[in-house]
C-alpha cells in the first residue's frame, strides 16, 4: 500500500480551506470612491453610497465562489477519497509464496542441483550427460507419475555406472539454502503467512522439509510431485487460495522463472520475479515494500 505523509487530518484541510476563503472575500472602503460605485452600479443594495462603511462588491463575490468550489473539492477528495487508500479498502498482503529452487536455495533448479551433486561422486563423467539421462524421467518425476526409486536403475543404465541410491538421496540433502532469503522469511514470519509453492518431486521435498524443518518456517507447502499440477496451471494458484483462505490480492508469489508467474497473475495475484542469477535480496524487499509488506 502507498504510503502518505500528511501534515494534517483529512478534516483539517476543509478547516483551512474555510480560512482562506474568508481572506478572499474583497472588503473595500468605499470612502472617495462614490464616482467609480455609480460608474459600474456595483454597489449592495442598503450600503451609504460615499459614507464611511465597508461594502462588498458583488463582482468581488465572483472570486470567492469559485475558491469555495475549489476548496469543496479539496474536502471530497480529502476526506473520502484518500483515506480509501490510508486506511485499508485495498486489500492487504497476507501470505507470501516462494519457490523453492532458484529462490530458497542456490541453484536454477533442482535438476540442476541434483545432477550437480551426483556428478561430484562421478566426476569422469561430464554434467551434460547426467543431466540428459535425468531429464529423460524429469517431467514425470515433477507430476508424481513415476518415483525415483523406480528410474534409478535405467538411470545408472544410461550413466554407464551402478550407483547406490544413497548417492541420489545425499544429492538431494546437499541443496545450498539460500541464507539471506531464509533471513528474510524470519523477519516475515509472524506477521505474514509463508508458503512454498514448487515443482518438485515428491521424494526430494519430503526429504528436504525434514533436513531444513521447511514446515516449521512455512505453513503452506505445494510441490506437484504431490498435486499432479505444475505452476504453469490456474489450479496450483487456486488450490493454494483455498488452502490459506486468502484472496488473490492478498497472496504474493515469488519465482526465478517469469514464466512461472503467468497463472497467478491472471487470477489477480501479486507477483515477483526474483532474478537468482543476481541474488539480490535488498531489491527483493524494495520491491516487496512497495506492496505494503512490512520488512523489519
Known amino acids: ?14 478547516e483551512k480551506g474555510i480560512v482562506q476563503l474568508t481572506n478572499c472575500v474583497v472588503v473595500r472602503r468605499a470612502a472617495g470612491r462614490k464616482s467609480d460605485s455609480e460608474k459600474h452600479n456595483r454597489l449592495v443594495p442598503g450600503s451609504s453610497p460615499g459614507g464611511p462603511t465597508n461594502k462588498i462588491y458583488k463582482a468581488d463575490l465572483a472570486l470567492p465562489f469559485l475558491v469555495c468550489q475549489f476548496i469543496i473539492s479539496l474536502f471530497i477528495l480529502d476526506v473520502v477519497f484518500l483515506p480509501c487508500s490510508l486506511y485499508g479498502i485495498s486489500k492487504m498482503i497476507k501470505t507470501i509464496f516462494f519457490d523453492f529452487d532458484g529462490v530458497l536455495t542456490i541453484g536454477s533448479s533442482g535438476s540442476y542441483t541434483t545432477c550437480t551433486n551426483i556428478q561430484k561422486e562421478i566426476p569422469d563423467v561430464s554434467f551434460e ?29 544410461c550413466v554407464g555406472k551402478d550407483l ?11 541443496s545450498p539454502v539460500n541464507v539471506e532469503m531464509i533471513e528474510l522469511c524470519k523477519k516475515l514470519k ?50 493454494a487460495l483455498d488452502l490459506t483462505g486468502n484472496s488473490p490480492e492478498e497472496c504474493v508469489f515469488i519465482d526465478n522463472n517469469a514464466s512461472n508467474l503467468t497463472a497467478p497473475k491472471k487470477l489477480g ?12 535480496i535488498n531489491s527483493l524487499i524494495k520491491e516487496l515494500q512497495t506492496m505494503g509488506v512490512s520488512v523489519d
Not at 500500500?1 to 476543509?14: A, E, I, V, Y
Not at 495475484?269 to 539480490?280: E, G, H, L, P, V
Request: hydrophobic letters at 35%; glycine letters at 6%.
Open 164 to 174: 547406490n541410491i544413497k548417492i541420489l538421496h545425499e544429492a538431494f540433502r546437499n
Open 1 to 14: 500500500m502507498r504510503k502518505f505523509h500528511r501534515k494534517s487530518l483529512p478534516g483539517q484541510t476543509l
Open 129 to 157: 550427460h547426467i543431466i540428459q539421462c535425468y531429464r529423460v524421467y524429469h517431467p514425470q518425476l515433477l507430476l508424481g507419475q513415476t518415483t525415483h526409486a523406480a528410474m534409478w536403475k535405467d538411470f545408472c543404465a
Open 269 to 280: 495475484w501479486k507477483t515477483i520475479f526474483y532474478d537468482d542469477t543476481k541474488n539480490d
Open 190 to 239: 509472524g506477521k505474514y503467512r509463508l508458503g512454498i509453492i514448487t515443482d518438485n518431486s515428491k521424494e526430494r521435498l519430503d526429504l528436504l522439509k525434514q533436513e531444513l524443518s521447511l514446515p516449521d518456517m512455512f505453513e503452506t507447502i505445494l510441490v506437484s510431485g504431490e498435486t499432479g499440477i505444475r505452476k504453469d496451471s490456474d489450479a496450483t494458484f487456486i488450490q
